[in-house]
């Protein structure tokens, strides 16, 4: 009876909601001006300035323009020599950075203060003096002049005040943090001592070579990131983020549940678009939370699915986060590699989403939105099917053609200008196609800010060996086990990402935990895709979870619980990470066919038990004594032994047996008593 009123609630009064005007935009990418300022109001790098001066606004507008056409372009005729490239690249960003951020939130956001317009004036002046000096600088390197120490300290000021504003003080505590060890570590007893260097000695390490500001990161950031930022924002001007809605509707929103399913295919659809996993929330959260909420899903799980389901979108081949081209430049591998290496983790993870939502719905009795309300499917790929071409495509050109990442971006592009073309609903105008041009440019800031700033940390990590030091520390710390070095770097990783953006605290547990790992006989992408792993989850995990907070702000529901309630959904994510350091095959690596296919089987059993002992519930209601078994039997498929997976799937047949018996049992319960009440 209980089932059928929830049914019946559902399928009244779920039609007047799909068909709510507000969703519909919601599901079309629109959002409305409260979601806009809760993503500014939880999100800092989403707070920027917003022009009054008509005059102002465009010269912006083409200013962004300007910085990515020098990008795109570099990237197809080939870039000027590595260290000019990288310093004007960090100019250009510094730039943008004192026009969109104010000081504070009480400094206009509405104009540019003069102080801000001198910043803008700075930000060039140590390209500039590159540029022009090129030859003296890299000759003078480990012998700077005055000139080369006053435009390093003035480099790194205005990367540590970018980053200020760009994303908080967390990152730049911790620089200064790694600054002043730099300058006194002499001092320190024991491991942490070094010989102890000037300013003149770490400032020019800083500025006038590649391993630091204009490091590795920057690197990156300067290209593939870049590329793919802008890759995203011209997919979204030809109405991708509208067509992965409405598909994720049409393929999910009937089903038991089913708005919860749309949020965790939409999302993770989305975040191949959206760098941001605020963003993503807000995105994709303004329609599907309305209607979980409809369906009968609390608040605050409401919330979880959403969250979660988003910040997966980062680890989600084949375009990731940008921590993962990151990644690819550290470990010399192309990227291609990390995708196929990244593929059943990431998949494990949703599948963990996905098992939850479906047995929450069934112990709840929940239902989905009614079919004919819905999209079809042939009706969703006629119109925009279309779309798909240029991820076909980028996926041929990464993991077939032998193409560079950075040509195949390129490419891709293109192609997507061309492909929406095909039809008029997704056709760009030249002013989307410069619109998407100048939102490339400034959603890549705070990723080029962040690696910049990340690099004074990695400058002083190369220079005094604390990534050496660190990496036997924890080792000795986890009394050489591997169970507990994989412990202590978690927690190091999820210290870090609570505090600082997630592509930072991937670099620098990077820089310092995985060689712990790789030391233990890990293979290094395995070591890499770990920390990768953890430092995004920081994004769920209270009492810093960002990603929950903004979809607590649209499900009304309680911050906190809504960011326990993410962890308990992300589970699978907190424990794949576990697997695939114990069997790599997870991570087709040195695997054959079967036995990759063995341990895949495997991981799948054990998370779909994950999802049965956090729900306690299958068939019917799991007591205690059964779910803390299921758990165990979970934990056992991690390591991907004969014996263990023997011991989990003895666990997996006793779960089923025992849930058809029980349900059996209730169903003639219910039965009998409906007979007796006839």
């Known amino acids: 009876m209980r089932e059928s009123a929830l049914q019946e609630k559902a399928q009244t009064g779920n039609e007047s909601d799909v068909q709510d005007e507000a969703i519909v ?38 200013l962004c323009i300007a910085v990515t056409l020098y990008h795109f372009i570099t990237s197809f005729m080939g870039t000027p020599v590595v260290l000019k490239h990288r310093s004007l690249h960090v100019g250009m960003m510094l730039a943008l950075t004192f026009i969109m951020y104010p000081f504070n939130k009480k400094s206009s956001y509405k104009k540019i203060i003069w102080y801000d317009w001198v910043l803008v004036a700075l930000s060039l002046v140590a390209p500039f003096y590159v ?82 500001i204009y490091g590795t990161s920057v690197s990156v950031a300067a290209s593939y990131i870049f590329l793919f930022i802008l890759f995203g924002t011209v997919m979204g001007k030809s109405g991708m983020g509208a067509f992965f809605n409405d598909m994720a509707m049409a393929l999910a929103g009937h089903t038991k549940g089913g708005p919860a399913k749309v949020a965790v295919i939409a999302s993770g659809m989305l975040g191949s678009i959206n760098g941001s996993a605020v963003a993503n929330v807000v995105t994709t959260g303004a329609f599907t939370i309305p209607l979980m909420k409809k369906v009968g899903y609390s608040k605050e799980f409401a919330g979880a699915v959403e969250s979660s389901a988003s910040v997966g979108g980062q680890l989600l081949p084949p ?22 290496h990244a593929a059943i983790p ?137 169970l ?20 930072p605290a991937y670099i620098i547990t990077a820089t310092i935990a995985a060689p712990a790992l790789s030391d233990l006989g890990i293979p290094p992408i395995a070591a890499h895709l770990f920390a990768f792993y953890y430092a995004m989850f920081a994004n769920l995990t209270p009492p810093v979870a960002l ?63 994950l999802g049965v002992g956090v729900e306690g519930y299958l068939f019917t209601r799991v007591n205690i004594l059964l779910r803390l078994l299921v758990f165990t039997g979970a934990f056992f498929l991690i390591d991907s032994g004969f014996y263990t997976d023997l011991a989990g799937l003895s666990v997996f047949i006793l779960l089923l047996v025992v849930q058809v018996l029980l349900a059996r049992k209730e169903k003639s319960r219910a039965a009998a008593g409906l007979a007796r009440t006839v």
């Open 547 to 609: 990603a929950a907070f903004a979809a607590s702000g649209i499900s009304g529901g309680d911050p906190m619980r809504t960011g326990l309630a993410s962890v308990k959904l992300a589970i699978a994510g907190f424990i794949v990470p576990f697997m695939f350091i114990y069997s790599p095959q997870l991570l087709l690596i040195d695997t054959t066919f079967f036995e990759g296919l063995r341990v895949v089987i495997g991981a799948c059993l054990g998370v779909f038990m």
């Open 484 to 503: 507990f070095t994989l412990i202590f770097t978690m927690i190091t990783c999820m210290i870090l990402g609570m505090g600082v953006p997630s592509i």
């Open 319 to 340: 375009v990731m986060g940008a921590a993962a081209f990151i990644m690819a430049e550290i470990l010399s591998v192309p990227y291609s590699v990390i995708i196929i």
């Open 131 to 212: 540029w022009i000096d090129f030859m003296g600088v890299v000759e003078r390197a480990g012998r700077p002049d005055t000139a080369d120490v006053a435009m390093a300290t003035l480099l790194v000021l205005l990367v540590l005040e970018a980053s200020r504003r760009v994303s908080g003080w967390a990152l730049v505590i911790l620089s200064l943090v790694f600054v002043l060890y730099g300058l006194f570590g002499r001092g320190l007893p024991g491991l942490f001592g070094h010989r102890g260097y000037t300013w003149v000695q770490l400032s020019n390490h800083f500025f006038a070579n590649t391993e630091g």
């Open 25 to 62: 935009q919601a599901m079309h990418g629109v959002l409305t001006e409260e979601q806009q300022k809760l993503i500014e109001d939880i999100d800092k790098e989403s707070s920027v300035r917003k022009l009054a001066s008509a005059p102002l606004a465009k010269f912006f507008y083409l």
């Open 346 to 482: 990431a998949l494990l993870y949703y599948l963990g989403i996905i098992i939850q939502v479906q047995l929450r719905a069934g112990k709840r009795g929940l239902y989905g939105l009614p079919k004919d309300r819905l999209p079809l499917v042939r009706t969703v790929m006629r119109e925009k099917g279309h779309l798909l071409l240029p991820i076909f495509l980028l996926l041929y050109l990464l993991l077939f053609s032998g193409t560079t990442v950075v040509f195949s971006a390129v490419i891709t592009i293109v192609a997507t200008i061309v492909v929406a073309a095909f039809r008029p609903s997704t056709r760009m105008s030249f002013k989307d196609i410069c619109d998407a041009f100048a939102d490339g440019a400034k959603q890549t800031v705070s990723v080029a800010i962040a690696c910049a700033c990340v690099g004074i940390i990695i400058g002083v990590t190369s220079k005094t060996g604390f990534g050496l030091t660190m990496a036997n520390t924890i080792i000795t710390l986890g009394g050489h086990s591997l």
